[in-house]
Nanobody, 123 residues
Framework: QVQLVESGGGWVQAGGSLRLSCTAS????????MGWFRQAPGKEREFVAT????????YYADSVKGRFIISRDNTKNTVYLQMNSLKPEDTAVYYC????????????????WGQGTQVTVSS
Protein backbone atom coordinates (compact mmCIF):
# COMPACT_ATOMS: atom_id res chain seq x y z
CA GLN A 1 0.00 0.00 0.00
CA VAL A 2 1.08 3.54 -0.75
CA GLN A 3 -0.29 6.61 0.95
CA LEU A 4 -0.08 9.95 -0.83
CA VAL A 5 -0.35 13.32 0.89
CA GLU A 6 -0.62 16.56 -1.10
CA SER A 7 0.26 20.02 0.12
CA GLY A 8 0.84 23.49 -1.26
CA GLY A 9 -2.60 24.47 -2.45
CA GLY A 10 -4.13 27.84 -1.69
CA TRP A 11 -5.43 31.06 -3.13
CA VAL A 12 -3.57 33.09 -5.74
CA GLN A 13 -4.37 35.88 -8.16
CA ALA A 14 -4.39 35.24 -11.87
CA GLY A 15 -0.87 35.27 -13.26
CA GLY A 16 0.59 34.01 -10.02
CA SER A 17 2.34 30.75 -9.16
CA LEU A 18 1.96 27.87 -6.75
CA ARG A 19 3.93 24.68 -6.18
CA LEU A 20 2.14 21.55 -5.12
CA SER A 21 3.91 18.68 -3.41
CA CYS A 22 2.86 15.08 -2.96
CA THR A 23 4.78 12.85 -0.58
CA ALA A 24 4.43 9.08 -0.63
CA SER A 25 4.89 6.57 2.15
CA UNK A 26 6.76 3.33 1.57
CA UNK A 27 10.01 2.30 -0.03
CA UNK A 28 8.84 1.62 -3.59
CA UNK A 29 8.15 5.17 -4.74
CA UNK A 30 10.70 4.93 -7.54
CA UNK A 31 8.67 2.05 -9.04
CA UNK A 32 5.59 4.24 -9.51
CA UNK A 33 4.71 6.50 -12.35
CA MET A 34 3.04 9.58 -10.89
CA GLY A 35 0.35 11.88 -12.15
CA TRP A 36 -1.49 15.03 -11.23
CA PHE A 37 -5.19 15.38 -11.90
CA ARG A 38 -7.75 18.03 -11.04
CA GLN A 39 -11.46 18.29 -10.52
CA ALA A 40 -13.50 21.48 -10.65
CA PRO A 41 -17.01 21.71 -9.16
CA GLY A 42 -19.55 19.95 -11.36
CA LYS A 43 -16.89 18.56 -13.68
CA GLU A 44 -15.18 15.24 -14.12
CA ARG A 45 -11.66 14.63 -12.88
CA GLU A 46 -9.21 15.53 -15.63
CA PHE A 47 -5.62 14.80 -16.45
CA VAL A 48 -2.99 17.48 -15.79
CA ALA A 49 0.47 15.90 -16.04
CA THR A 50 2.43 12.69 -15.59
CA UNK A 51 6.05 11.79 -14.92
CA UNK A 52 7.69 8.41 -15.39
CA UNK A 53 9.49 6.42 -12.69
CA UNK A 54 12.89 7.97 -13.34
CA UNK A 55 11.62 11.51 -13.74
CA UNK A 56 13.07 12.00 -17.21
CA UNK A 57 9.86 11.74 -19.20
CA UNK A 58 6.85 13.99 -18.71
CA TYR A 59 3.53 14.54 -20.43
CA TYR A 60 1.05 17.40 -20.09
CA ALA A 61 -2.51 18.25 -20.90
CA ASP A 62 -2.72 20.88 -23.63
CA SER A 63 -4.45 23.26 -21.23
CA VAL A 64 -1.38 23.47 -18.96
CA LYS A 65 1.48 22.86 -21.38
CA GLY A 66 4.09 25.60 -21.13
CA ARG A 67 2.74 26.79 -17.77
CA PHE A 68 3.00 23.78 -15.44
CA ILE A 69 6.03 21.61 -14.71
CA ILE A 70 5.88 18.18 -13.10
CA SER A 71 8.98 16.76 -11.45
CA ARG A 72 9.95 14.23 -8.82
CA ASP A 73 12.64 13.58 -6.26
CA ASN A 74 12.86 9.86 -5.58
CA THR A 75 15.22 10.43 -2.66
CA LYS A 76 12.41 12.34 -0.95
CA ASN A 77 9.49 10.19 -2.17
CA THR A 78 7.95 13.39 -3.53
CA VAL A 79 6.41 14.57 -6.77
CA TYR A 80 5.90 18.26 -7.50
CA LEU A 81 3.69 20.38 -9.71
CA GLN A 82 5.00 23.87 -10.35
CA MET A 83 2.11 25.97 -11.63
CA ASN A 84 2.91 29.29 -13.29
CA SER A 85 0.79 31.90 -15.07
CA LEU A 86 -2.27 30.59 -13.28
CA LYS A 87 -5.70 31.32 -14.71
CA PRO A 88 -9.13 31.31 -13.05
CA GLU A 89 -9.98 28.18 -15.05
CA ASP A 90 -7.19 26.36 -13.19
CA THR A 91 -9.32 26.54 -10.03
CA ALA A 92 -9.94 22.98 -8.84
CA VAL A 93 -9.04 20.36 -6.30
CA TYR A 94 -5.71 18.89 -7.38
CA TYR A 95 -4.92 15.24 -6.76
CA CYS A 96 -1.72 13.28 -7.10
CA UNK A 97 -1.92 9.64 -8.10
CA UNK A 98 0.42 6.70 -8.52
CA UNK A 99 0.48 3.50 -10.52
CA UNK A 100 3.04 0.80 -11.10
CA UNK A 101 5.70 1.45 -13.74
CA UNK A 102 4.00 3.05 -16.75
CA UNK A 103 2.56 6.56 -16.78
CA UNK A 104 -1.01 6.96 -18.04
CA UNK A 105 -3.28 9.93 -18.62
CA UNK A 106 -6.54 8.29 -17.53
CA UNK A 107 -7.64 8.59 -13.89
CA UNK A 108 -9.06 5.06 -13.87
CA UNK A 109 -5.62 3.63 -14.59
CA UNK A 110 -4.23 4.81 -11.24
CA UNK A 111 -4.21 2.70 -8.11
CA UNK A 112 -3.33 5.19 -5.40
CA TRP A 113 -4.69 8.67 -4.74
CA GLY A 114 -4.08 11.48 -2.33
CA GLN A 115 -6.84 13.38 -0.56
CA GLY A 116 -6.54 16.44 -2.79
CA THR A 117 -5.56 20.04 -2.24
CA GLN A 118 -7.64 23.06 -3.24
CA VAL A 119 -6.24 25.62 -5.68
CA THR A 120 -8.23 28.81 -6.18
CA VAL A 121 -7.23 31.40 -8.77
CA SER A 122 -9.01 34.74 -8.66
CA SER A 123 -9.32 37.09 -11.61
Amino acid sequence: QVQLVESGGGWVQAGGSLRLSCTASGRTFSSYAMGWFRQAPGKEREFVATVNMGGDSTYYADSVKGRFIISRDNTKNTVYLQMNSLKPEDTAVYYCAGRWFVAKATPGEYDYWGQGTQVTVSS
